[in-house]
C-alpha cells in the first residue's frame, strides 16, 4: 500500500479538510443521543414547552450537521479516490507502453488488462471508503464508547469486553483473506484472457463450429473464478455473522443490565435509551470497519499487482556505443535471440528462436525475408526495432548499435505494417495520419501509393469514413491497404512490411510495389513474404529455416545456390529452374 499512498500525498490538504469536515459531523452525530438523554431525563421533568422546543431545535441542529457534514466529506472523498487513481490508471498506462517485449510476455496481455481495470477499480474503492468509513468508524467506536462510559459506566464494562474479541476476528480473517484475492485476481487473468481470444476469433470459432466447444472453455475458466472468489468471500464473510453474534449478544446483556438497574434506581430511563442508541452506532461502526478490512485486503492484492507494473525495471535502456562509419545503413552481426531457452541435460541452455544471423543493407536498398511459418522472419523486425534485445550479436543502424539509440529516436526511423495489424475506431484519416499531424494532402498522397485511395474515395465520408474497431466494416484486403497508407504516409527512412500484401490481388501487389519503388527509392525497404513474386526484385534476399540462415543473395543467385528457395519459387511459380 505504500504505493498507493504516495500517489495520495498532492491531496493530503484536500484529505485534511474533508477529515475536518468528517469530524464534526460524526461528533454532531454522537451528540444526538447524549442531547435526548438529557431531555428525557432533566427537561422533560420540569415541563417547561419551551425548553423542550429549545433542546428540540438543538437536535435538529446536530442532526442537519451531522447529514451536512457528512455529504460534503464524502463528496471530497470520492474526488480524492477519482483524481488518485486517474493518475495511477495514467502512470500504468504510459509504464505499459515502456515494458520491452518480454516483459508483456511475462505479465501477460490479460493480465495488464485486468490491472489496469479491476485493480484500480479496487484501489478507488479501498480509497474512498477509507475516507468515508475510516474515519467515522473508529470515531463513533471510541467516542461512544467514552460517552456510554459518562452515561452507565457499568453498562459500558460490558461494551468494552467484546472488544477484544472483535478486534481478534478481524484480525485473523483478514490476515487469511489477503492472500486468497490475490489467486482471485490471477483468475480473472486468466478469464480475460479467454474473453479476449473469443472475441478476437469470433469469426473463426463461428467458420469452425467451435462455439460449444470455446463455451465449455470459458465455463471452465469462470468456474475456477467462481471457486475462488467463493473461498474468498467465504472466509472475510465469516467475519460479519460473528461480530454480529458477538454484538448482539451484548446488546441482549446491556437491556436486561439496564432494565434492573432503572428497576432498582440505579440509572434512568433517558441513559438507557442513550446508551442503546450509542450501542447502536457503536455496531454499524464496528461493522464498517470490517467492511474497510474487506476491502482493503482486496485492494492490498490489487496495489501489489499494479506496484509490480509500476516497479518493473527499465529493460530496454539507452546504452553507450562505439559508432562505426562505413556505408552499410543496416546490418545484423551474429544475431542470436530465443524468446524462451531450451535446456539440455547438461545444464547448458540455448536460444531457440534465430540463430547466428548475417546480413548489411545500404541506404535505399531492399531486403526480402522468406521462409515457413514460424522460422524468425518477424522476429528479426522486432530486434531490429528493438522490441527484444538480442541474446549475443550485434544490430546497427546507420552505424550505431539499436541500443545506443532512445527508442523514440530509433522508431521514429520506421515506417511499418505489420502481421495482424490494428486499424482503430476512428477516421480513415486519422487511422492513416495516427496522431502525427500529417497533412491531409500528404495522407492522399500514401493512400494513392498504397492503392487504397480508390476505395476510400467511393465510400462515403472519404476519408472522414469511421472504421469499425479492428476495421471489422472494412474488407482485409481494403485494411491492409489502409495500414500500408499509414506505414508510408511519414516517409520513414526503413520501410518494413510484415507479409503486408497477403489479402492483395497480384495486379494491387505489382502497382503498389512499383509505387514504393518510384516514391520511396531513399528509403530502405524489408519485406517479409510468402510469396516469391513479392519480392524476387529486391536487392537482398534472406531465406530463414528454423532460425537459421539457408541462402543470402539476389533471386538468380539463389535459384542457382539455393535448394529449399528453388523448391520454393517452382511450387509458387509453377515453373522449374532451368
Same mark, same amino acid.
Given at each position: 500500500?505504500?504505493?498507493?499512498?504516495?500517489? *495520495?500525498?498532492?491531496?493530503?490538504?484536500?484529505?485534511? *479538510?474533508?477529515?475536518?469536515?468528517?469530524?464534526?459531523?460524526?461528533?454532531?452525530?454522537?451528540?444526538?443521543?447524549?442531547?435526548?438523554?438529557?431531555?428525557?431525563?432533566?427537561?422533560?421533568?420540569? $415541563?417547561?414547552?419551551?425548553?423542550?422546543?429549545?433542546?428540540?431545535?438543538?437536535?435538529?441542529?446536530?442532526?442537519?450537521?451531522?447529514?451536512?457534514?457528512?455529504?460534503?466529506?464524502?463528496?471530497?472523498?470520492?474526488?480524492?479516490?477519482?483524481?488518485?487513481?486517474?493518475?495511477?490508471?495514467?502512470?500504468?498506462?504510459?509504464?505499459?507502453?515502456?515494458?520491452?517485449?518480454?516483459?508483456?510476455?511475462?505479465?501477460?496481455?490479460?493480465?495488464?488488462?485486468?490491472?489496469?481495470?479491476?485493480?484500480?477499480?479496487?484501489?478507488?474503492?479501498?480509497?474512498?471508503?477509507?475516507?468515508?468509513? $475510516?474515519?467515522?468508524?473508529?470515531?463513533?467506536?471510541?467516542?461512544?464508547?467514552?460517552?456510554?462510559?459518562?452515561?452507565?459506566?457499568?453498562?459500558?464494562?460490558?461494551?468494552?469486553?467484546?472488544?477484544?474479541?472483535?478486534?481478534?476476528?478481524?484480525?485473523?480473517?483478514?490476515?487469511?483473506?489477503?492472500?486468497?484475492?490475490?489467486?482471485?485476481?490471477?483468475?480473472?487473468?486468466?478469464?480475460?484472457?479467454?474473453?479476449?481470444?473469443?472475441?478476437?476469433?469470433?469469426?473463426?470459432?463461428?467458420?469452425?463450429?467451435?462455439?460449444?466447444?470455446?463455451?465449455?472453455?470459458?465455463?471452465?475458466?469462470?468456474?475456477?473464478?467462481?471457486?475462488?472468489?467463493?473461498? !474468498?468471500?467465504?472466509?472475510?464473510?465469516?467475519?460479519?455473522?460473528?461480530?454480529?453474534?458477538?454484538?448482539?449478544?451484548?446488546?441482549?446483556?446491556?437491556?436486561?443490565?439496564?432494565?434492573?438497574?432503572?428497576?432498582?434506581?440505579?440509572?434512568?430511563?433517558?441513559?438507557?435509551?442513550?446508551?442503546?442508541?450509542?450501542?447502536?452506532?457503536?455496531?454499524?461502526?464496528?461493522?464498517?470497519?470490517?467492511?474497510?478490512?474487506?476491502?482493503?485486503?482486496?485492494?492490498?492484492?490489487?496495489?501489489?499487482?499494479?506496484?509490480?507494473?509500476?516497479?518493473?525495471?527499465?529493460?530496454?535502456?539507452?546504452?553507450?556505443?562505439?559508432?562505426?562509419?562505413?556505408?552499410?545503413?543496416?546490418?545484423?552481426?551474429?544475431?542470436?535471440?530465443?524468446?524462451?531457452?531450451?535446456?539440455?541435460?547438461?545444464?547448458?541452455?540455448?536460444?531457440?528462436?534465430?540463430?547466428?544471423?548475417?546480413?548489411?543493407?545500404?541506404?535505399?536498398?531492399? *531486403?526480402?525475408?522468406?521462409?515457413?511459418?514460424?522460422?524468425?522472419?518477424?522476429?528479426?523486425?522486432?530486434?531490429?526495432?528493438?522490441?527484444?534485445?538480442?541474446?549475443?550479436?550485434?544490430?546497427?543502424?546507420? $552505424?550505431?548499435?539499436?541500443?545506443?539509440?532512445?527508442?523514440?529516436?530509433?522508431?521514429?526511423?520506421?515506417?511499418?505494417?505489420?502481421?495482424?495489424?490494428?486499424?482503430?475506431?476512428?477516421?480513415?484519416?486519422?487511422?492513416?495520419?495516427?496522431?502525427?499531424?500529417?497533412?491531409?494532402?500528404?495522407?492522399?498522397?500514401? @493512400?494513392?501509393?498504397?492503392?487504397? @485511395?480508390?476505395?476510400?474515395?467511393?465510400?462515403?465520408?472519404?476519408?472522414?469514413?469511421?472504421?469499425?474497431?479492428?476495421?471489422?466494416?472494412?474488407?482485409?484486403?481494403?485494411?491492409?491497404?489502409?495500414?500500408? @497508407?499509414?506505414?508510408?504516409?511519414?516517409?520513414?527512412?526503413?520501410?518494413?512490411?510484415?507479409?503486408?500484401?497477403?489479402?492483395?490481388?497480384?495486379?494491387?501487389?505489382?502497382?503498389?510495389?512499383? !509505387?514504393?519503388?518510384?516514391?520511396?527509392?531513399?528509403?530502405?525497404?524489408?519485406?517479409?513474404?510468402?510469396?516469391?513474386?513479392?519480392?524476387?526484385q529486391h536487392d537482398h534476399i534472406l531465406v530463414l529455416e528454423d532460425g537459421k540462415t539457408l541462402g543470402y543473395g539476389t533471386h538468380e543467385e539463389l535459384l542457382a545456390s539455393c535448394p529449399v528457395y528453388q523448391e520454393i519459387y517452382e511450387s509458387q511459380m509453377g515453373s522449374e529452374v532451368a
Amino acid at each position: 500500500m505504500r504505493m498507493v499512498f504516495q500517489y *495520495l500525498r498532492p491531496y493530503y490538504g484536500r484529505m485534511a *479538510l474533508g477529515l475536518v469536515i468528517k469530524i464534526l459531523g460524526t461528533l454532531a452525530d454522537l451528540g444526538l443521543p447524549w442531547v435526548m438523554a438529557f431531555i428525557i431525563d432533566d427537561i422533560i421533568p420540569l $415541563g417547561r414547552v419551551s425548553l423542550i422546543l429549545g433542546w428540540g431545535a438543538v437536535m435538529l441542529l446536530l442532526a442537519v450537521g451531522a447529514r451536512t457534514g457528512n455529504i460534503v466529506a464524502n463528496r471530497k472523498a470520492s474526488r480524492v479516490a477519482r483524481d488518485t487513481v486517474e493518475r495511477i490508471r495514467h502512470d500504468t498506462f504510459d509504464k505499459i507502453g515502456r515494458l520491452s517485449g518480454a516483459q508483456v510476455d511475462q505479465f501477460t496481455v490479460p493480465s495488464l488488462i485486468s490491472r489496469l481495470t479491476t485493480d484500480s477499480y479496487n484501489i478507488h474503492q479501498m480509497i474512498g471508503m477509507m475516507q468515508r468509513l $475510516g474515519v467515522r468508524g473508529p470515531i463513533i467506536l471510541v467516542g461512544g464508547t467514552v460517552l456510554t462510559a459518562t452515561l452507565e459506566p457499568v453498562l459500558t464494562l460490558v461494551l468494552i469486553g467484546i472488544m477484544p474479541i472483535l478486534a481478534f476476528v478481524v484480525f485473523t480473517i483478514s490476515r487469511r483473506g489477503i492472500p486468497l484475492y490475490g489467486k482471485v485476481q490471477k483468475s480473472v487473468d486468466r478469464m480475460v484472457q479467454t474473453v479476449r481470444e473469443n472475441i478476437s476469433g469470433i469469426r473463426v470459432i463461428k467458420a469452425l463450429s467451435k462455439t460449444e466447444y470455446e463455451k465449455s472453455r470459458f465455463e471452465a475458466v469462470n468456474q475456477e473464478l467462481v471457486s475462488k472468489e467463493l473461498k !474468498a468471500g467465504s472466509v472475510m464473510a465469516a467475519s460479519s455473522p460473528l461480530m454480529n453474534l458477538l454484538l448482539n449478544l451484548g446488546l441482549t446483556g446491556i437491556v436486561l443490565a439496564g432494565a434492573f438497574r432503572v428497576n432498582a434506581g440505579a440509572s434512568e430511563p433517558g441513559k438507557i435509551v442513550a446508551f442503546l442508541s450509542y450501542f447502536t452506532m457503536i455496531l454499524n461502526a464496528v461493522m464498517s470497519i470490517n467492511r474497510i478490512f474487506i476491502i482493503f485486503s482486496k485492494s492490498s492484492a490489487s496495489a501489489g499487482r499494479i506496484r509490480e507494473i509500476l516497479e518493473a525495471p527499465e529493460d530496454l535502456v539507452q546504452e553507450k556505443t562505439e559508432e562505426i562509419p562505413g556505408d552499410d545503413y543496416i546490418v545484423f552481426d551474429h544475431v542470436t535471440f530465443g524468446y524462451h531457452t531450451k535446456t539440455h541435460k547438461d545444464g547448458s541452455a540455448e536460444a531457440v528462436c534465430v540463430e547466428d544471423i548475417n546480413f548489411r543493407l545500404k541506404k535505399g536498398e531492399s *531486403l526480402g525475408i522468406i521462409g515457413a511459418t514460424g522460422c524468425g522472419k518477424t522476429t528479426i523486425i522486432n530486434l531490429l526495432m528493438r522490441f527484444y534485445d538480442v541474446d549475443s550479436g550485434e544490430i546497427r543502424v546507420n $552505424g550505431r548499435n539499436v541500443k545506443g539509440y532512445t527508442l523514440q529516436e530509433l522508431r521514429s526511423m520506421f515506417g511499418v505494417v505489420f502481421q495482424n495489424d490494428v486499424i482503430f475506431a476512428d477516421t480513415l484519416y486519422e487511422n492513416i495520419s495516427f496522431g502525427r499531424d500529417i497533412p491531409m494532402e500528404r495522407v492522399k498522397e500514401a @493512400a494513392a501509393d498504397a492503392r487504397a @485511395a480508390d476505395f476510400i474515395e467511393e465510400i462515403e465520408g472519404g476519408y472522414e469514413y469511421r472504421a469499425a474497431i479492428k476495421g471489422a466494416n472494412l474488407s482485409g484486403g481494403q485494411k491492409q491497404r489502409v495500414l500500408i @497508407a499509414r506505414a508510408l504516409a511519414a516517409h520513414p527512412d526503413i520501410l518494413v512490411l510484415d507479409d503486408s500484401s497477403s489479402a492483395l490481388d497480384y495486379k494491387t501487389d505489382a502497382g503498389l510495389r512499383l !509505387a514504393i519503388g518510384r516514391n520511396y527509392s531513399d528509403a530502405t525497404l524489408i519485406t517479409v513474404a510468402q510469396w516469391v513474386s513479392s519480392i524476387m526484385q529486391h536487392d537482398h534476399i534472406l531465406v530463414l529455416e528454423d532460425g537459421k540462415t539457408l541462402g543470402y543473395g539476389t533471386h538468380e543467385e539463389l535459384l542457382a545456390s539455393c535448394p529449399v528457395y528453388q523448391e520454393i519459387y517452382e511450387s509458387q511459380m509453377g515453373s522449374e529452374v532451368a
